[in-house]
C-alpha cells in the first residue's frame, strides 16, 4: 500500500485514504463547473486532491471523515504536490478497511497512555490532589483516548492530547528525581490537568479538529479547568479557597507563562515554573520531530514551524 | 479643624488624625536611634511623618489604623511637606472622635452605593442571571461594603469598590437606551461581577488595602469571580456549561481587555466591550478628577498618575 | 425589492443596485478575454458581481458610482456568496430610483446629524472656544454631511462622520452632568474637532472613501485639525499661545491616546482623557453593532473585526 | 584657574563657578539644620556642592544662574565627587568675570552659528519655502542663539540647537551633493525647522532648561513648528494645503520616524527619511563625543547613555 | 532597444530581454496544460511574462539567467503589466547580446567600485586592521565584484554590495573630516568588513539572490564576519583577544543595533554608533532612490517600501 | 559556628566570615567621618555591615575576599537585617580557617564538576565534535572549576558554571533516551559549549563576579565562544565551513531563542531548540531552589525573582 508521504510528481496511485476534507466549488471557468476539493489522508501524512467534473449525482455520495478507494495522479501544482483524483467511493464492509488505520495518530496506543494517566493520577499521595485529578479525568472522559492537544499547533493527531500528557510525565518524573525539593503531587497533577479542558474547549473527532467550541472561544482552556477544580472542590468537599485548590487553580492558569501567550497570572511556584517549561521542551521538540518527519528525507529544510517563531528546521545528517 | 490638604511649610497644627502607617525605624547615626517613620491621614489626604527619639516605653503606645492626637510642625523636606511630631497619643472615648471621619471615602455614603448595587440585581429581568449577581453579591458579603477598587490605583478609599460599580452602573444604563441591541441584563450583571472578587483578592481595612492575599496573587481577581460563577451555577442547579453562564464568565475575564493587561480572553460580545471600555472611562476619570481634587489649587499640574500612561494633568482655568 | 443581506445561493435576482466599484479585468484563459469585476451595493451591504463576456462596446455603458438595474444569479465561490451578472444597465429618469436610496448611511437622517452639532457649537459658553469650533465646522462645510468617519474601521458610510459626532456628544454630555468637574466647553469641543479634518485626510463620495489624499497621508487628520485651529485663531485674533487654543490642540493631537495610535502627545487633560474613552467606546460599539447587524441572524458569529483585536463577536441569544 | 573636570578628591579649590542650582533644604538631623544643595558648573563640567551651617541671614545672599565666587573641599562621597563648600558668596564688577565663561556651550561661538543657519535659508531657491524657513527663524527670534537642542538628551548647552542644526546643516549638503535625486530645499529647510519650537517648548536660560513649559507638554515640538508653518502661510499668502507647505509639515512631523518615538506620521518623502536619519547620526554622535570627553581620560568606559540604548561607551586607545 | 520600464498596455514588443526566472507550471484548465511562467529583465527594471501551449519539445530549450530573444505583447492583468511571450528563443553568438547589459546593476562599474574598496583598505593607517581588513576582502575574493547586498530589501542588484559599502565610505569620510574624535581606522574598517560576509550568507548571480545558504539561515553574516576576523586574526598572528580584533567585531557585530534587528551585542564604541547609522542612512535613501526611480514618472506615489515601515513614498513635483 | 542565615534581629555573634565586599565610605553628618561598608558572607548567604568609625591607621588593614573574624551586633533597618560590626580583623594561619568553606557553592564538589564534563567530552563518537568540545573546554582551563554562570541572575557562585552545565547534561541525556530523533553528540556538545565562553565574558574570583571584561561587553558570551569554535577548527584542520562547525556554532548562537534576549539566529535545529529550553529549565529552577534555600523558612514568598518575570515565589507547605 502506496504512503502519501511517498508519493512524488506524475505517480499513478490507487490506494485507500481517509477524507479528511471536502468541499463542493466551483471552477472559474465559463460557466462554472463543480469540482471536489478535497484533503486525502494516511497515517503519513496528507495531500489536498481535485476531482474534476463532478457530476449532480455524485455530489452525496461521500463524506468526509471516511476512508475512500481512490485512483488518481499525483502532479506538481505551486511547488507542492497534489493529487487528480480520477475514481473516488466510499469504501463499505467489502473493503475490510479500518479507519484508525487511516489517520495520523500518536506512535503509542491510545489506550497505553490512559492507562498511565490513570496510574499516575493512583500514584498522588496527597487525598485531594488525587481526587480532584481523578474528578477532571473522569469529567473528560473517553475524549482523552482520542483528543488531539490541538488544532494545528503541535500534537494534532489521534491521542494527542493522552501522548502530549504522558511524555510530560516522563519528564516530571525525571525532574523530580533530579530536583527533590519539588513537590511531585502538585506537579503531577499539574501536567495531568494543564489541558485536560481542551476537549470542551474544541470539537474534535479522529484527531482532527472542526472547530472550536462557543465555549472555548469565550472562556479559553485555561479557564475552563480552573472552573473544573472549583467544581471538584464542592463535590468533594474541598474548601474551594484551601492552599491545594489554589495551587491547582493556580499551576493551570499559569502554565502559559505570560498574559499575552493567555495566561491571566505568570507562574509563581516552584512547580508552576516547572510545568510550563515541561509543556514547552515537549511541544516543541514534538513539532521538530513531526516537522523533520513529514518532510522528505531528500529535503534538508523543513516548511516554516509556526510554533517555532516561524523557522524552518534544519536535517543534521551526520 | 485643620485638614491635611491645607498644611504649609512651618505650620504649627494640633488635631486628630488616622495613622494609616506606623513602622519603628532607626537613624543612620552612631549609634542609631529609635524613631516612629508614620502616614497620617484625615479625609483630604494624607502626609508622612517623623516621631524622633521615640522612648523604649512609647513603642508599644500607638498602632496603626487608630485615629491619634498630634501635635507637630510642618517642614518642607525634599520637595515635599512632611510633619516632625512633637507630641502623639492614641484617642479614647473622651475624643470623641469617630474612625470613619478620618478615612479617605467615596463621596457617596457606602449604604446607599450598596442599596443601589442590590436594586440593579433585583431589576436583572432574566432569572438565572439575577440570581447569579445575588449569590455573587452574597458571597462578597458586607466587604462590599468598605472595600477599595484598587490598592493604589484607583477609588483606593472605603467604599471605593461600590461607588466604582455604582458609577459604571449609572453610565451602563445611559448606554442601555442609547444603544437598544446591548442586552441590559448581561451588561448590568458584568459591571456589578467585574471586580466582586477584589475582596478575596486583597486584604483591606477601612478602604486601606495592605497586602494581596495568597490566592489573589496565584488567581488573580479575574479567574477569582470567573470560580465564583461556577459555585454559584452549581449551588443553583444551573448548568454550567450553559450559554448564560458563559457569557457571565466571559464578561469578567475578558474586562482587562488585552493578555497583557490580564485577560485570557479578549472581548468578544457587545456587552464585554461595552463593560472594558465603561471600566476604562469610569477609573481613569476618577483618577484624574481625585489627582486634581489631592494637587493644591493653585498648582497647574497633577503628580504623575501611574495608570495614566505616568502623565500628569493640567489643569484648565478657563 | 430584494435587498443584498438577504441573498442566498443559486438565487436569481432582478433589481436595482449601486455600482459602488467597477474593474474592467481579464480572464486567465487563453485567450484572455475582458470582463466586469463589481462591487453591488444596496443599504443592507454588498456582494463582488462579475460580469463576463464583455463586450467591447459595452465598456463605457457603465460607471461606478451609479445605481444600475441588475439581472444576476447568485452563487457560492470560495464560500462567500456573489453574484453571476446576466444583464446590467445604468438607470435613468424612468427608473425613478434615488441614489441615497441605494447606499449605506446612518440610522439618523443627515441634515438632523448636521443640524445637532451646529446646535452643540451654538451651546458652548466660551465666546473663543465657541467661534473656533464653528470656525472649523464651516471649514468642513458640506462634507460634514455625508462624509463617513472612516474608509472601513468603523462608521464607514453616509454621513457616518456626522453620526459618530452626535453619539459621541450624546455621551459626553451625559458625563459633564454626571461628573461637574469636567469642563463641558472643552469636551463638547474637543468631540466635534476631534475627526473633523477626515475630509481633508480622504477622499469619499456616497460615504465611501476611494482614497487617501496626499495631504491626509503626509500629515494626518490629527495634526490637520490643529492647524485648522490655528488658523481659527489668527482669524478670529485669538492669540495661537493662548491656553484655549493650547487646550483645543491638545484635545485634538492626544485624541489617539498612545504614540503608536498616532498621537504624538498624551491625554494630558481631565477632557483629554474623557474624549479618548467616548471615542473608543462609541466606536467600539458601532463596530460590534454594525457587525451583528449584517451577518445573517442564524450566524452565532461574525468574522473578525480589525478594530477588536481581530475577534470575532458571539450573538447573545437569551 | 582649576575646572571642574580636572578636580580630584581631598583637593582644596578657590575659584569662580556657576551657581546652577541652589535649594535650600535641611538635614535629618535632630532638629534638622538648613543647608545649600549646590551645582556648580563651568564649561568643563559640573559638580554637587554642599554649604552646611547655612545662617538664616545668608538665605538670600545668593541666587542660581550667577557666578559666585567659591572656597572648597572635593571629597568623594558615593563613589562621586562633590565639594564640601567652606565659602561662598556672588560675584560683582570687582570680580572681572563674564558668566558666558562659565557655562557649558556648544564648541562655536554662537553669532557664527546664527549667522550659519541665516545664510543657508537665503540659500534656499524657492521662493515660498525660504519665506517660511526666515518666518519660523524670526518667530524663534533671538532664543535661537542661546537655547540648548534638549533638557539633558543631547546637545543640553548653550547655543546647543543652532550647534545642532548647523552640523546637521553640513550632512544635509555634504547628501545633496553625493545624491543628486534629494530636493535640497526641501531638505535644508527640514533641518532648519525641526527642532525650531523647541524654544516654546522648553524654558532655558544660558542653555539650561529648567523645565517644559505647559504648551510644550500638551503640544509637543513637532506639533508647534507644524502650526507656526500653517501660520507663515497664511501670514505670506501661501495656500496652506498648497504641496510645499504640506512637504514641510510633513517633515516636520515625521521627522521622530515612529509613533511611539512622537511621530505622528511616519517619513513618507526621501527628504524626510534623510532628515531623520541626519538628525539621529548627529544626536547620537553627539552624545558620544560629550560623553567621551566629560568622562575622565583614564577610565576607559563612559557612565551609561540613556539615548543610546542606555549603554556605557568603550573609549578606544589604539 | 524597448526599455522594460517604458512598455505600456497593449504593446507589441520584440527585444533582448534576461530570463531572470523561469518555470514549467500547469493551468487549472481541464486537462492542464504546461506553460512558462517568467521573469523577464533588464537594467531597467522586470515584468513577469506567460508562454502559453508550451510543447513538450522547448521545454529543455531555455534556462534562466540568460538573455533571450523574445516577441510579445503587454497585457493589464490585476493592474499590473504583464507580458504575453508570443515567441521566446535563447540568445547566440549572431546576437552579439552581452549578459551584463540585461541586468539590473550599481550606477557605478563594478572594477571602481572594488578599486575605491581596496584603495581604503590601504588607506588603513594600522597595520593590524589593515592586515585584517585586506584578510577579509580576500577571502570575500571575486563575488565582491557582483554580489547584490540583499535578496530584495535594499542594493538588491549586481554590484549592490559594494556599491553600498562605497557610498557608506564617502559619508564616513565625510564623518571623520567633520568630527576628528572619531578613529578614522576603525570606522573604514568596519564600513568595509560590515556586510563582507553576504556573499557566504547568500547564494547569488548577477546580482540576484536565489537562497540564503544554510550557514547563511544557521550563523548570519555578523557572526560569519565575526568568525573571519577571529580567522584572519589566527593566520596574521595577532592575539584574538587584542583590542583591535575585540573592536572589529564589536563593528560588525553590533551594526544592527538592536537584539530584535540581529545584533547579538549593541554599540557601545563611537565608530560602531557611526557606523549604524551611516549604513542606515544608506540603506534606506536607496531604497527610496530605487523606488522612486522605477516607478512610473506620473506615479505620485510608489508602491509600499518594506524597509520603510511598510509607507510608499511621495514624489515631490517642486 | 552561627550561619548568616540564622541571624535574628538584635543578635550579638563573633564568628568568620568572608569579607565580599568592602568600601571606605564616609558618613553624611558634619563633618563626615569614614566608614566601612561591608557585605559580610558565608556559605548561607551574606549580609550588608558598618563599620563605623574607621580609624585612618585601620583602612589598610583588611581587603575583600579575605576570610575576617568579625565581632558585631546585629539590627533590623528599612526592613532588612544588617550587622553593626565593633570589632574586625583578618584571619591568619593561626585561625585555621580556609577560605572555601566561606563562600556559596553548588552543592557537588566541583572536580566532581569537572570530571562529568570531561567524561562527557569523551563519551561523543564524532571525532571532529569531541575533539573541538576538547579544545573548548580546554580553553576555559581552571576557570571552569570555580566559575559562576552569571552575575547575578542564576547559578552565581563557586562552580555554577560547572554545576548549570553538568544538571543541563543530565536532562540531556535523559531527552536523548526519550526521543531517539535527536542526536546526541550535538546536543552533548551544545549543552558543554553554551555557556562556556563566561570566563571571558566576566571577571569572577570565588565564584563572585567582580565585572564585565571589556571583550564580554563588547561581544558576549555567544559570539565569543562562536570564534572559540572557529578557532578550534583552524587548529584541528576541520574546514571552518563544515556542516558540524556550523551546526556548533548555531547552537551556541541561537541558545538565547530571541534577538532581544541576545542570539542573532533563532533555534532551526532540534538540538538547538532542546539546548534553549533545557538552559532556561534548568537556570529558573535553580532560581527559584535557591531563592527559596534563601527565603527564612516561616516566609510563605521569596522575594522577587528577576530572571522570572520578576515575580516571587510562594511556598507549597503541603
Redesign the interface.
Known sequence: MTLISTLSDKEEVTGYFLVKELDV??????P?KDYWDLVLADSSGQITAKY??LKPAEKESLQSLQVAKVHGIV?L??DRLQMKVIRIRPTGPEDDVRLTDYIRAAPVASADLVAAIHSKVDSIT?TDIRNIAAFCVLKAGDRLEHYPAAKSHHHAYYAGLAYHTV?ML??GE??CL??P???RD?LIAGIILHDLAKP?EMNAQLGIVSEYS??G????H??LI??WI??AA?KLDIP??S??V??L??LV?SHH???????????????A??LH??D??DA??QM??DA??STAEQE??TPMIRG??N????R???
Chains 1, 2, 3, 4, 5, 6 share one sequence.
Open positions: 466549488k466551483q471552477t472559474n471557468s465559463t462554472p474534476w467534473d502532479q501544482y505551486r496527597d511524555r516522563e519528564i525525571f525532574l533530579q530536583r525539593f519539588l513537590n502538585a470542551e462557543d465555549r472561544r469565550l472562556i479559553g485555561l479557564a480552573s472552573g472549583v467544581e464542592l474551594t479557597d492552599p491545594k489554589t495551587v487553580q493556580h492558569l507563562n505570560l498574559g499575552e501567550w493567555g495566561s491571566p497570572v505568570q507562574p509563581q511556584l516552584a512547580e515554573v516547572a517549561y515541561i514547552s521542551l516543541k521538540l521538530v520531530e523533520l518527519g534538508t529544510w517555532l517563531e523557522k524552518a528546521v534544519y543534521t545528517r551526520f
